[in-house]
Antibody
Framework: EVQLVESGGGSVQPGGSLRLSCVAS????????MHWVRQAPGKGLVWVSR????????IYADSVKGRFTISRDNAKNTLYLQMNSLRAEDTAVYYC?????????WGQGTLVTVSS | QSALAQPASVSGSPGQSITISCTGT?????????VSWYQQHPGKAPKLMIY???NRPSGVSNRFSGSKSGNTASLTISGLQAEDEADYYC???????????FGTGTKVTVL
């Protein structure tokens, strides 16, 4: 069974940093692209970032470019999102996801709250 | 990076059919077959319902169907059931060298 388990969310002040983790199991992690998606309270879904299978290619939404860094450790089956210079508008539930054409697997999400 | 446009809400009675539109541009929906639809119940992670415009993943009811015309994709739910009440999001690949786009989301209400 495919499982994605996020952790690392919490409350942080504006300008602070957090690192989210997503531990994957039930599939061969090192051959799949992985994604981060966020959803602000009561709002819609937004693709945040994606990374290719070996970590050599990454892409970001304009809203987080230069502040967030996606990475992965294939030996640990773990996806990361380093979030720096956090803003109030980054407050959201962050999901990690594997999307492979006809299949989509998502974690349960981890809540990040940016507030003074 | 503008979100794809969806109606905020659509409603129907049990057994009826409803259609949700998703309007993009020639840089996304209009050019690529990589249009997907997700269903999200409150407090839950999204679930893939349609991929590549009109294909259903294994296990998704055939009451769900997708199509595309020009820059607009559509999701049709036939034989509406109470369990279909949820938020629905379209998603599309974009040529803008950035992450994919989601739609603004549509809340489906079963009357």
């Amino acid at each position: 069974e495919v499982q994605l388990v996020e952790s690392g969310g919490g409350s942080v002040q504006p300008g602070g940093s957090l690192r989210l983790s997503c531990v994957a199991s039930g599939f061969t992690f090192n051959i799949f692209w992985m994604h981060w998606v966020r959803q602000a309270p009561g709002k819609g879904l937004v693709w945040v970032s994606r990374i290719n299978s070996d970590g050599s290619s990454t892409i970001y939404a304009d809203s987080v470019k230069g502040r967030f860094t996606i990475s992965r450790d294939n030996a640990k089956n773990t996806l990361y999102l380093q979030m720096n210079s956090l803003r109030a508008e980054d407050t959201a539930v962050y999901y990690c996801a594997r999307v492979v054409v006809s299949t989509s697997n998502w974690g349960q999400g981890t809540l990040v709250t940016v507030s003074s | 990076q503008s979100a794809l446009a969806q109606p905020a809400s659509v409603s129907g009675s049990p057994g009826q059919s409803i259609t949700i539109s998703c309007t993009g541009t020639s840089s996304d929906v209009g050019t690529y077959k990589y249009v997907s639809w997700y269903q999200q119940h409150p407090g839950k992670a999204p679930k893939l319902m349609i991929y590549e415009v009109s294909n259903r993943p294994s296990g998704v009811s055939n009451r769900f169907s997708g199509s595309k015309s020009g820059n607009t994709a559509s999701l049709t739910i036939s034989g509406l059931q109470a369990e279909d009440e949820a938020d629905y999001y379209c998603s599309s690949y974009t040529s803008s060298s950035t992450v994919d786009l989601f739609g603004t989301g549509t809340k489906v209400t079963v009357l």
